[in-house]
Nanobody, 120 residues
Framework: QVQLVESGGGLAQPGGSLRLSCAAS????????MGWYRQVPGKQRELVATITSGSMINYADSVKGRFTLSRDHALNTVYLQMSSLKPEDTAVYYCNAFRYFVDGTKSDYWGQGTQVTVSS
């Protein structure tokens, strides 16, 4: 059973920073891609940033230049460094990973979510 455990959410002031962590129960090299999504009540979950096994990183336009995605293979952890936070960054942030199997099937995994609140 693959598990993704997030940590690092909380309250930050506008302009402040937070770092989210997502620890996987298996080698992150097993995944085709990992990343972060966020969701606010009444809205669809949206992509924040993803990284592929080939190290290609994709950021949502709304976070480019402010958020940085990184990973540590030794710790099987992906990080999201969030800076210059804005109130509109307030959401539940979810870690995601997926992988393909030799038979062509795909498995998608989600963390439990961590709340990020940006407010003065």
């Amino acid at each position: 059973q693959v598990q993704l455990v997030e940590s690092g959410g909380g309250l930050a002031q506008p302009g402040g920073s937070l770092r989210l962590s997502c620890a996987a129960s298996i080698s992150i090299g097993s995944f085709y891609a990992m990343g972060w999504y966020r969701q606010v009540p009444g809205k669809q979950r949206e992509l924040v940033a993803t990284i592929t096994s080939g190290s290609m990183i994709n950021y949502a336009d709304s976070v480019k230049g402010r958020f940085t995605l990184s990973r540590d293979h030794a710790l099987n952890t992906v990080y999201l460094q969030m800076s210059s936070l804005k109130p509109e960054d307030t959401a539940v942030y979810y870690c995601n990973a997926f992988r393909y199997f030799v038979d062509g099937t795909k498995s998608d995994y989600w963390g439990q979510g961590t709340q990020v609140t940006v407010s003065s």
